[in-house]
């Protein structure tokens, strides 16, 4: 029986990228014979394609049946992603706010939402927003507010080496995106200066 294609890609990726690392080590003058460095294209290969894989998952909604019209927030769920300028890792956390119209979403599933984006070369602005459209599109909501924080390695340990540096992204719609109550009160929730 021929092997499904995905696997066929998976494994075409993995040759590819493996060849890629150890012709990029011997670039950077290193012995890709040694005993240390022999299985390392074969683990750096695995680690991108891992890093740039996102699980599935199944959005599961519910019927808002109490009518539940005010601010759900996860905050704190942690998240890293590669930037695509230096594919070193940016990491933090996201917090996740909206308010509900017709259905609720299963609290986990923000968390998987946030991976499902941020496994990929991203830039923080992309993955913020990305993550808010994808919000609004599968629950119609009243409002979505998406806050990530996150340290960038390429700013923090190479480049302008500013150790500490944070950068905050946000995406607010609907009765988040104006200076409402609401967009107080999410603030507030999560301990927010943005
Ligand atoms: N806006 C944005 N910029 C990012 C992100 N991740 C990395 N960068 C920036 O992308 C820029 C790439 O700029 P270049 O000048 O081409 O890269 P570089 O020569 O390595 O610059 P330095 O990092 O300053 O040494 C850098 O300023 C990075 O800090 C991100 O998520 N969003
Ligand atoms: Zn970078």
Redesign the pocket.
Same mark, same amino acid.
């Given at each position: 029986m021929p092997a499904p294609l995905h696997a066929i890609d998976i494994n075409d990726q993995q040759v590819r990228a493996e060849n890629a690392v150890a012709e990029l080590l011997s670039a950077l003058g290193r012995d890709v014979t040694s005993a240390h460095l022999v299985e390392t294209p074969r683990r750096v290969a695995a680690s991108l394609l891992e890093m740039l894989t996102p699980r599935d998952f199944t959005m599961t909604t519910f019927p808002n049946d109490e009518g539940y019209e005010e601010l759900v927030i996860v905050r704190d769920i942690p998240f890293h992603s590669l $930037? &695509? +300028?230096?594919l070193l890792p940016?990491r933090g956390v996201a917090h996740i706010g909206y308010v509900p119209g017709d259905r609720i979403v299963g609290l986990s599933k923000l968390a998987r939402v946030v991976e499902l984006f941020s496994r990929d070369l !991203?830039? !923080? &602005?992309r993955?913020t927003q990305q993550i808010s459209a994808y919000l609004t599109e599968q629950l119609a909501p009243r409002g979505v507010g998406v806050v990530l924080e996150a340290e +960038?390695l $390429?700013?923090t340990m190479?480049?302008?080496q500013a150790a500490g540096a944070m950068?905050t992204t946000t995406s607010f719609t609907g009765v988040l995106s104006k200076d409402n109550p609401m967009r107080r009160q999410f603030r507030l929730a999560g301990d927010l200066t943005a």
């Open positions: $930037c &695509e +300028h230096h940016f !991203q830039v !923080q &602005e993955l +960038h $390429c700013m190479r480049g302008a950068t």
